[in-house]
């Protein structure tokens, strides 16, 4: 995939995020202009990624699935200067909630609603 992105010249419009993060690991050191970031959906991966980010000064892009973001996790990652996308928001309400905690970006498969908030 590295090779790719460097063949392409894809690196300023591919955003690259994931589970496996030893993948996102190799994306992010072979790659450094390409926007990776750490997905999280679960209480383990978290525990990881606040480790991280406390050791790794660059690691600062995540995809929280939206139900998992909370206040405190928010608080966390503005704290840090962790700028957050969440997933897969196809509602209003959800959006609404995720954006007021702080959120960046979302990630849906509902383009009037994304159009909406626009």
């Not at 998992?68 to 966390?76: D, P």
Request: neutral net charge; charged residues 25%; glycine residues 8%.
């Amino acid at each position: 995939m590295v090779n790719t992105l460097g063949k392409t010249d894809a690196a300023g419009w591919v955003a690259v995020c994931g589970q496996f993060w030893p993948v996102v690991d190799e994306v992010r050191r072979s790659a450094p202009d390409t926007d990776v970031r750490y997905s999280i959906e679960t209480p383990r991966q978290w525990e990881r990624f606040v480790k991280r980010v406390r050791e790794d000064d660059s690691a600062r892009k995540v995809c929280i699935q939206h139900r998992f973001l909370s206040e405190g996790k928010a608080r966390f990652l503005d704290a840090h200067g962790v700028e957050a996308y969440c997933w897969t928001i196809d509602t209003g309400g959800a959006a609404t909630r995720v954006i007021e905690m702080g959120a960046a970006g979302i990630i849906s498969n509902n383009l009037r609603m994304l159009e909406a908030l626009g």
